[in-house]
């Protein structure tokens, strides 16, 4: 690892969502969110991750949001590209095809369905890292993949290879994200991505977030994590007890669906579009949706 006790990955990230028109990437509106978001003090963006739908896109797609991101962006945040895969060689070869590609990074997945061993993570993670020099960043949610990276596994991941920065921690377990936090190296990162825990795990010494409900109110997500850097912890805590009951109603239903549902409304995309096997929110969750909008006085964007 870097000799550095500061991670190189740290503050709030945004899982960029993908918007669909008539079955097709609404570019536009794509650009649009990303104008939004870069109104507000965010820290980073990840394209084609789960949050954008990437495992229902395809190669020419992929590409043409992260020409769309990297434009819109102009270098004001670092962007990283959503790549996963349960077939290590094949993975390992699409990074390779990307090193032309505008991303700063990677947001890796554990392989999916095949629920390797520990070894087995441990070695599909050092090859994911040597397809490419830039930094690679471990997604443990093992309630999607089916296996869970235990922390000594990371941590020997981490250890293993200097471009290998962090993890998104989506354990799952309070207690085994505490003692990763505790037990992490020098310049290792830990971003929780349980919307639900963004403010216990700043409290417990978290970097930061990488968080799909932070498409809407931004800046608030930025400054619970300022106030508790400050030691503000009263003020931060008050406004998470603002956010809580819609980060909740955003996981109400899968993911994304919540959120399209809200920037359809807000008008930040043209539709609430998803691919299947994603669906659209449901009658009463919408109904619900529109309400906490409208007693939040959630005002719509004007189009750009």
């Known amino acids: 690892m870097t000799d550095t006790t500061t991670p190189t990955l740290s503050g709030l990230w945004i899982p960029l969502i993908t918007p669909f028109r008539d079955g ?52 004001r945040v670092p962007l990283h590209l959503g790549m996963s895969g349960s077939d290590t060689r094949a993975l390992s070869v699409r990074i390779e095809r990307t090193r032309d590609w505008p991303v700063e990074g990677y947001l890796v997945p554990s392989p999916a369905y095949v629920r390797p ?23 443990n949610i093992p309630y999607r993949t089916g296996v869970n990276i235990s922390n000594d596994t990371l941590l020997r991941i981490a250890g293993a290879r200097s471009n290998i920065v962090g993890v998104k921690d989506c354990s799952a377990d309070p207690q085994q994200s505490v003692e990763l936090i505790g037990r992490r190296p020098p310049g290792f990162a830990v971003l929780t991505g349980e919307d639900a825990q963004y403010f216990s795990a700043l409290t417990h010494g978290a970097d930061g977030g990488i968080t ?39 996981f109400a ?20 579009e998803l691919r299947l096997p994603m669906t659209g929110v449901t009658a009463a969750l919408a109904g619900r949706l529109d309400r906490m909008m409208q007693a939040r006085g959630a005002t719509r964007v004007a189009a750009e």
């Open 24 to 75: 097709r990437i609404d570019e536009a509106s794509f650009a649009r969110v990303i104008r939004h978001l870069l109104g507000h003090p965010v820290d980073g963006l990840i394209v084609a991750a789960t949050t954008g739908e990437g495992l229902t896109l395809d190669w020419d797609e992929t590409r043409r949001l992260v020409e769309i991101a990297a434009a819109t962006v102009a270098g």
């Open 117 to 139: 061993s520990q070894e087995g993570l441990y070695r599909h993670f050092l090859a994911v890292a040597d397809a490419s020099e830039r930094p690679v960043v471990v997604y």
């Open 212 to 250: 799909a409900s932070a498409h809407v109110n931004p800046g608030v997500f930025a400054k619970i994590r300022r106030d508790l850097t400050a030691g503000e912890t009263d003020r931060a805590r008050a406004a998470w007890h603002g956010l809580v009951d819609i980060v909740r109603l955003f």
């Open 253 to 272: 239903e899968p993911n994304p669906a919540p959120v399209k549902h809200w920037l359809w409304r807000q008008g930040l995309i043209a539709s609430p």
